[in-house]
């Protein structure tokens, strides 16, 4: 069955890193964009970063540009999201999405398989 499994939130003080980790079950992994979103309580999905298939494009949020690090381990079939210098306004839900389409996209519905999140909090 096609799933994704993230890890890697927790509980963390501002100006702190931490490593998101996506297992992804789907067969022909390194043909699907990767993408992250994140979802603050009260408000919508949003995007985050996205990565091709090949992992030699990227594309971020200009809220995380500089400070976030999406890669992934086509070997593996994962996706990572390094989070460096989190602030608070960084915590929400994580969430892993994967595309088959091939190009790399910004929207929730273009997405075609989604992690059930791990939740990431940064206190000031």
């Known amino acids: 069955q096609e799933q994704l499994v993230e890890s890697g939130g927790g509980l963390v003080q501002a100006g702190a890193s931490l490593r998101l980790s996506c297992a992804a079950s789907?067969?022909?992994?390194?043909?699907?964009?990767m993408g992250w979103f994140r979802q603050a309580p009260g408000k919508e999905r949003d995007f985050v970063a996205a990565?091709?298939?090949?992992?030699?494009?990227?594309y971020y949020a200009d809220s995380v540009k500089g400070r976030f690090t999406i890669s992934r381990d086509n070997a593996k079939n994962t996706v990572y999201l390094q989070m460096n210098s989190l602030k608070p306004e960084d915590t929400a839900v994580y969430y892993c999405?994967?595309?088959?389409?091939?190009?790399?996209?910004?929207?929730?519905?273009?997405?075609?398989?989604w992690g059930k999140g791990t939740l990431v909090t940064v206190s000031s």
């Open positions: 999405a994967a595309d088959r389409d091939g190009a790399i996209s910004i929207r929730t519905d273009d997405m075609d398989y």
């Open positions: 789907i067969r022909t992994f390194s043909r699907y964009t």
């Open positions: 990565i091709s298939r090949s992992g030699g494009g990227t």
